[in-house]
C-alpha cells in the first residue's frame, strides 16, 4: 500500500500546531512606510494558530553607537495566511505570550509554514 506523503505531511503539521501552537489574530492593515496606517477595510481580520519562536537580538555597532533590534517571529501554516502583506499587524491572543500589537516587517514564505518577522507597535498614550 503506497504512502500519501501529502497526507502524512498535513497530519504531522496539525499535530505541531495542536501540540506548540496558539491563537493570532491577522489584521490586514494599509499603511506606507513611517505612517500610523490603519485597518484595511477591504480585507477582513482571521483568526489562525500561530507557533511564536523566541525573540532574537541583534547588536551591531554603527559609527559608534550601540543599537539593538529585536527580531519576534510567527510560523503560520501557509494554507493559514491568506493575503498576509508587510505592514499588517499580528496579535496574539495568549495570555502567555507577548502582549500588544505587533507589526509584520517581513513575510518569509515557505511550502509548508511562512514565517512572519515581527516588531512591536508602540503604544499610543490614550
Same mark, same amino acid.
Do not use: C
Given at each position: 500500500?503506497?504512502?500519501?506523503w501529502?497526507?502524512?505531511? #498535513?497530519? /504531522?503539521?496539525q499535530? =505541531?500546531?495542536?501540540?506548540?501552537?496558539? #491563537?493570532?489574530?491577522?489584521? &490586514?492593515?494599509?499603511?506606507?512606510?513611517?505612517?500610523?496606517?490603519?485597518?484595511?477595510?477591504?480585507?477582513e481580520?482571521?483568526?489562525?494558530?500561530?507557533?511564536?519562536?523566541?525573540?532574537?537580538?541583534?547588536?551591531?555597532?554603527?559609527?559608534?553607537?550601540? #543599537? #539593538?533590534?529585536?527580531?519576534? +517571529?510567527?510560523?503560520? +501554516?501557509?494554507?493559514? =495566511?491568506?493575503?498576509?502583506?508587510?505592514?499588517?499587524? =499580528? +496579535?496574539?491572543?495568549?495570555?502567555?505570550? &507577548?502582549?500588544?500589537?505587533?507589526?509584520?516587517?517581513?513575510?518569509?514564505?515557505?511550502?509548508?509554514?511562512?514565517?512572519?518577522?515581527?516588531?512591536? /507597535?508602540?503604544?499610543?498614550?490614550?
Open positions: 500500500m503506497a504512502v500519501d501529502h497526507v502524512l505531511t #498535513a497530519q /504531522v503539521d499535530t =505541531v500546531d495542536d501540540t506548540m501552537g496558539q #491563537a493570532i489574530m491577522l489584521i &490586514p492593515w494599509t499603511k506606507l512606510p513611517y505612517q500610523m496606517g490603519a485597518p484595511d477595510p477591504d480585507r481580520p482571521r483568526t489562525t494558530v500561530g507557533i511564536f519562536k523566541s525573540p532574537t537580538v541583534v547588536i551591531g555597532n554603527v559609527s559608534g553607537v550601540r #543599537a #539593538a533590534e529585536t527580531d519576534v +517571529r510567527v510560523q503560520v +501554516r501557509s494554507v493559514n =495566511v491568506g493575503d498576509i502583506r508587510q505592514y499588517d499587524h =499580528v +496579535r496574539f491572543l495568549d495570555p502567555h505570550t &507577548p502582549g500588544g500589537e505587533y507589526e509584520i516587517t517581513f513575510v518569509d514564505p515557505g511550502n509548508i509554514r511562512h514565517t512572519l518577522h515581527l516588531i512591536k /507597535v508602540k503604544d499610543l498614550p490614550s
